[in-house]
């Protein structure tokens, strides 16, 4: 009976860590799931299958050892063409309207960025300059980003650009979390962050 429970339970982790929008997340929550179901695969003398997953944790180890030790290197690239833009928000429409309901499209973003990992797009940024501050309206990260490495590099480039502070009115209650990590105070409904 407790043989079986470890084995759903290591079979629960590998389908849940393909939920994961987190490349690393992914790679732990399948690591772990595979090491419990390589027990498990132990237990009832299914060598093949405890082969299979011990395979699974060394792949997955490697490629985790490669994440955390390869560091990302972004571009941040301004965004003067608004048909760029709109191609962007077609792409992310759905994701962007999760975390930010009341960003519209068609408003005049005074600061439009892309943040890029090589060619490819990790993140957007819209907002309104106003003297040294941003109200931004968007900032936004494609899921295959979400570690937080991309607003590190658009807050810091943002620094070098005398960029003081950002200022959010609101913030959804899936964005709170990110913006809490990543240092903005909240006041009220506003959230801000000194650069």
């Known amino acids: 009976m407790y043989v079986e429970i470890i084995g759903y339970i290591g079979s629960l982790l590998v389908v849940v860590s393909m ?102 797009v990790a993140g957007i940024f819209l907002g309104t300059a106003d003297g040294d501050a941003i109200t931004v309206a968007v900032d936004y990260t494609t899921p295959a980003y979400r570690d937080c490495s991309v607003g590190k590099c658009l807050y810091a480039y943002l620094a070098r650009q005398h960029v003081r502070e950002l200022r959010l009115e609101s913030a959804s209650e899936r964005h709170r979390p990110y913006l809490k990590k990543m240092g903005f105070v909240q006041d009220g409904q506003r959230f801000v962050k000194a650069l």
């Open 19 to 120: 939920l994961m929008t987190s490349v690393i997340r992914l790679r732990v929550i399948n690591m772990i799931g595979s090491a419990i179901f390589t027990g498990y695969a132990l237990a009832i003398h299914s060598y093949p299958t405890a082969a299979l997953n011990f395979s699974l944790v060394c792949i997955n180890g490697y490629n985790l050892a490669a994440l955390l030790k390869g560091k990302k290197d972004y571009a941040v690239v301004p965004i003067a063409d608004g048909a760029f833009l709109s191609y962007l928000w077609d792409v992310y429409a759905n994701d962007i309207a999760v975390f930010f309901p009341q960003a519209r499209r068609d408003a005049d973003y005074t600061r439009a960025y892309a943040v890029c990992c090589g060619a490819t």
